[in-house]
Nanobody
Framework: QVQLVESGGGPVQPGGSTRLSCAAS????????MGWFRQAPGKEREGVVV???????SYADSVMGRFTISKDNAKNTMYLQMNSLKPEDTALYYC???????????????????WGQGTQVTVS
């Protein structure tokens, strides 16, 4: 069973920055897709950014230019650098990942196989 564990959330002031981490329990270099998603209170979960195994990233318009996804295969960890944070970025942030050969494309609105438990980011 693969585990994804997010960390790095917490309170942040508007305009501030923080970095989320997603540590995987196994090698991630060959995974088809990894990404970050978020869910604010009273809202549906939405895609923030995904990255495929070729390193191509797709960002939601709302975070373009402010958030950056990266991976460290040696550490089996994915990151989300969040800058210029806004109150509307407040949400529970989840990481997700798809193993090689997973049937779904790598996208913000496609299904994903493994999910973490989430880490809360509060901008106020």
């Amino acid at each position: 069973q693969v585990q994804l564990v997010e960390s790095g959330g917490g309170p942040v002031q508007p305009g501030g920055s923080t970095r989320l981490s997603c540590a995987a329990s196994r090698d991630i270099y060959s995974w088809q897709c990894m990404g970050w998603f978020r869910q604010a209170p009273g809202k549906e979960r939405e895609g923030v950014v995904v990255i495929d195994n070729a390193g191509r990233a797709s960002y939601a318009d709302s975070v373009m230019g402010r958030f950056t996804i990266s991976k460290d295969n040696a550490k089996n960890t994915m990151y989300l650098q969040m800058n210029s944070l806004k109150p509307e970025d407040t949400a529970l942030y989840y990481c997700a990942a798809d193993p090689p050969g997973y049937r779904s494309p790598c996208g913000l609105e496609t299904s994903h196989y493994f999910w973490g438990q989430g880490t809360q980011v509060t901008v106020s």
